[in-house]
């Protein structure tokens, strides 16, 4: 797993945060307090668990119905906005500033 305050300090990072198998938020370390809250990490938590559980729906699907594999497991979720993003991997995210994100180095991030 790695460290929050690594994760925060990553090039255009608003905020790290770590949830349960549930999504609940369990910690968090946010860089711009102004940008975002714990109530919104909270919900990022609940939103990557979810998508993550429909990516492995589908993944497993179609690989159950086709002899294309690679799908399975699902490790990860990205969320893209308008203004910010959201990359999580495993039971950890980070919330990226559009303008600066790196999407790839993010999830390499995550990797611990």
Known sequence: MSDLK?????????AAFQFDDDG??????????EAIDRDT???LGHL????????????RGWEGMSDVRGFYPVE??????????AVSRG????VLSNDQADYDAAYKALAG
Do not use: K
Request: hydrophobic fraction near 50%; proline fraction near 2%; aromatic fraction near 6%.
């Open 24 to 33: 609940r938020l369990e910690d968090a370390v946010i860089a711009d307090e």
């Open 91 to 94: 039971r950890q995210g980070v």
């Open 76 to 85: 990860g979720f990205t969320f893209v906005g308008l203004d910010w993003s």
């Open 41 to 43: 990490l909270d919900l």
């Open 48 to 59: 990557c668990i979810a998508n993550m559980a429909i990516g492995a729906m589908q993944a």
């Open 6 to 14: 690594t994760l925060s300090s990553m090039p255009g990072a608003v």
